[in-house]
């Protein structure tokens, strides 16, 4: 029997072919940074939410004086102008506007809209920049988080915005939204007339044309009209003609929420719109970055005249 030679006898094994390397997935310095903002935004907010559970309290109205003075058309010996009466609220709801109450008469107050189960203690950096500079009255809307549909929620803003209108003496308002609160105004602005009151409608990382990100879309119904196609996207689609209101819209391009990001701008030919891409920053971080928020208070100090001239184009860097 003729035994097997030596293993070492043998002759080598040839290698194996060498494979190409594989894009594996790569983090950009950019979006770790923003993810590490991203937390530290959510875990400062944790802390301050309790404290937008509860509405504001109300203070009392602007002497009649002082709205006849600020009411636009109106004389100074006129009461404020009412447009379509028929919209406003029996029982205008007791909103609070703070600021500054020697604000000039050309800068409409402020709505602040909160995103989905937020509250109002969101805009706290946001607000504190428009109000130390002396010309902005704000008031801030909270909506239950159990709200079911965008429709109702939006009617529920124009019964606010009333109620703003109505103790401050202003025709118009300008109005801030974050995500989900943006959506819901534009809804209202777009669909429920309320171009007739709102000059100016500043987004922040609202879907416009709905995201393919909905967490809990299965539960909660409002968040699956965030999603792209749903039925109230595509009313927001259609002609909106001769709309009065201007739109700016602030997305983020590392927005995490917002997918595609490009999703949170405004597109539509009826609507007089600004896109501002903003970098370095995600979704949570739009509403308290200081950058944004002197970004967006540039936008609201803009006259009445030239509006279409918004003075924040092209990118704001928030890094």
């Not at 190409?20 to 950019?30: E, F, I, Q």
Request: glycine share 10%; aromatic share 2%.
């Amino acid at each position: 029997m003729k035994l097997p030679p030596p293993l070492s006898s043998l002759p080598p094994l040839p290698s194996p072919p060498r494979l190409p390397r594989l894009p594996g997935p790569r983090l950009s310095s950019a979006l770790v940074g923003a993810t590490a903002l991203e937390l530290a935004v959510l875990a400062g907010h944790l802390i301050t939410y309790p404290l937008g559970l509860t509405p504001e309290r109300p203070e009392s109205p602007e002497p009649r004086e002082s709205r006849a003075g600020s009411a636009g058309s109106a004389g100074p010996e006129s009461p404020a102008r009412t447009d379509h009466p028929e919209n406003a609220p029996s029982r205008p709801l007791a909103l609070p506007v703070t600021g500054d109450p020697t604000a000039p008469a050309a800068a409409p107050p402020v709505v602040l809209l909160h995103g989905f189960i937020d509250n109002r203690s969101v805009f706290l950096v946001l607000r504190r920049a428009l109000t130390r500079h002396g010309h902005r009255r704000t008031a801030s809307l909270n909506y239950s988080p159990l709200t079911r549909d965008i429709r109702a929620a939006a009617a529920l803003l124009g019964r606010q915005v009333e109620a703003v209108r109505a103790r401050t003496g202003h025709d118009r308002v300008d109005i801030v939204g974050h995500s989900l609160g943006g959506l819901i105004a534009r809804y209202y602005v777009q669909r429920l007339g309320g171009d007739r009151r709102v000059r100016t409608l500043v987004t922040l990382g609202t879907p416009h044309g709905g995201t393919a990100v909905a967490p809990g879309a299965g539960l909660h119904p409002i968040v699956r009209q965030m999603r792209g196609g749903s039925p109230v996207i595509e009313e927001l689609r259609l002609p909106a003609p001769g709309c009065r209101t201007r739109f700016v819209s602030f997305w983020a391009e590392l927005d995490q929420v917002m997918v595609p990001v490009e999703t949170a701008c405004v597109d539509h030919p009826d609507l007089d719109a600004v896109n501002v891409r903003v970098t370095g920053i995600g979704h949570l971080a739009l509403p308290v970055h200081p950058a944004v928020a002197a970004a967006v208070r540039e936008v609201l100090e803009t006259p009445e005249t030239g509006e279409a001239d918004v003075p924040v184009t092209g990118a704001t860097s928030a890094a």
